[in-house]
């Protein structure tokens, strides 16, 4: 370490201390406590809770449902799922309240409340095979 001017040794630059460090009070937070407290403070907190059952579809209905239904997209407290065929829509209809257990699982905020089952085009099968 060299000296300042002023003839007293200087601190390294990764020792020196800022006032916003000296004055810190809380250890630093993790990003995803500050994006859930932006999302809280924007209000859409719920929405986003909401939203988070189409991208984690298949974790939380398994793959064998998830090979023939798809989520399409969260309007309001519904959730429209598009089916591969009718026989199936008629099947995830009837396992409705089981699949509405598992999509609000663990949520205080943000529950779906209502899924509407939809028939695919023919695009949506021949894209799930591979085919289109």
């Not at 994006?35 to 793959?63: H, Q």
Request: hydrophobic residues 35%; glycine residues 10%; charged residues 35%.
């Amino acid at each position: 370490m060299g000296e300042s001017p002023g003839g007293k040794p200087r601190r390294a630059w990764w020792r020196r201390t800022t006032d916003a460090t000296k004055n810190r009070k809380a250890p630093p937070e993790k990003v995803g406590g500050l994006i859930g407290t932006m999302f809280d403070r924007l209000g859409i907190a719920e929405k986003v809770e909401r939203a988070s059952v189409v991208s984690d579809w298949e974790d939380l209905v398994g793959s064998h449902i998830a090979r023939v239904a798809r989520p399409v997209r969260v309007q309001g407290e519904t959730l429209f799922v598009e089916v591969e065929s009718s026989s199936w829509r008629m099947e995830l209809s009837m396992m409705r309240p089981q699949l509405m257990r598992k999509l609000n699982a663990g949520k205080r905020q943000g529950r779906i409340e209502r899924i509407v089952f939809v028939q695919a085009d023919g695009r949506y099968s021949e894209e799930r095979d591979g085919q289109g």
